[in-house]
């Protein structure tokens, strides 16, 4: 067997893919059960199942505001409610989205894109959530999303990380 005929054959037996498009890892994050029906901030398994398609900054923010939720939720007294994450947070509702209607790349340059997710409710009204995506290293990666109010999940994740859990 020739070097040319082993690259073939290794190249199929680790099942090369090509690196998917913005729209196509959109579709794959809403996909995840973990994307469709997390109520509050995803716990560190969902976490980890959906970090191949999120940045590393969006994922250390996501991981920063569970250990300030933890703190939190250590420090608030008995019979008190804490200040917890509780709505759907890839999808901003409280009911559970049942997968996305449609996927549209608004802008898409060699390192960025911004693409659309309409998303289906059993009970509710589809609405939209935009994404923020960049290229790293050649592999799109979600870096953000925006709620159908205009709010920014990152700048929400800040404030609340930033938040001091104070009881009096």
């Given at each position: 067997m020739g070097l040319p005929y082993f690259i073939v054959a290794m190249a199929l037996a680790i099942d090369v893919q090509p690196n998917p498009s913005p729209d196509q890892v959109v579709r794959a994050f809403y996909s995840t059960d973990v994307a469709l029906h997390s109520h509050g901030l995803p716990d560190s398994t969902a976490l980890k199942s959906i970090t191949r398609f999120i940045s590393p900054g969006f994922a250390k923010l996501l991981r920063q505001a569970q250990a300030a939720e933890a703190a939190c939720v250590k420090d608030t007294p008995a019979g008190l409610k804490?200040?917890?994450w509780e709505t759907a947070i890839f999808a901003q509702t409280w009911g559970d989205a049942t997968g996305a209607d449609r996927i549209l790349v608004k802008t898409q340059s060699s390192k960025s894109a911004s693409v659309v997710a309409a998303l289906k409710y059993l009970h509710d009204?589809?609405?939209?959530?935009?994404?923020?995506?960049?290229?790293?290293?050649?592999?799109?990666?979600?870096?953000?999303?925006?709620y159908p109010d205009g709010t920014s999940l990152s700048e929400q994740l800040r404030h609340y990380v930033r938040f001091k859990c104070a009881f009096l």
């Amino acid at each position: 067997m020739g070097l040319p005929y082993f690259i073939v054959a290794m190249a199929l037996a680790i099942d090369v893919q090509p690196n998917p498009s913005p729209d196509q890892v959109v579709r794959a994050f809403y996909s995840t059960d973990v994307a469709l029906h997390s109520h509050g901030l995803p716990d560190s398994t969902a976490l980890k199942s959906i970090t191949r398609f999120i940045s590393p900054g969006f994922a250390k923010l996501l991981r920063q505001a569970q250990a300030a939720e933890a703190a939190c939720v250590k420090d608030t007294p008995a019979g008190l409610k804490p200040p917890i994450w509780e709505t759907a947070i890839f999808a901003q509702t409280w009911g559970d989205a049942t997968g996305a209607d449609r996927i549209l790349v608004k802008t898409q340059s060699s390192k960025s894109a911004s693409v659309v997710a309409a998303l289906k409710y059993l009970h509710d009204e589809p609405h939209e959530i935009n994404l923020e995506l960049s290229s790293i290293d050649g592999i799109w990666v979600i870096t953000d999303l925006k709620y159908p109010d205009g709010t920014s999940l990152s700048e929400q994740l800040r404030h609340y990380v930033r938040f001091k859990c104070a009881f009096l």
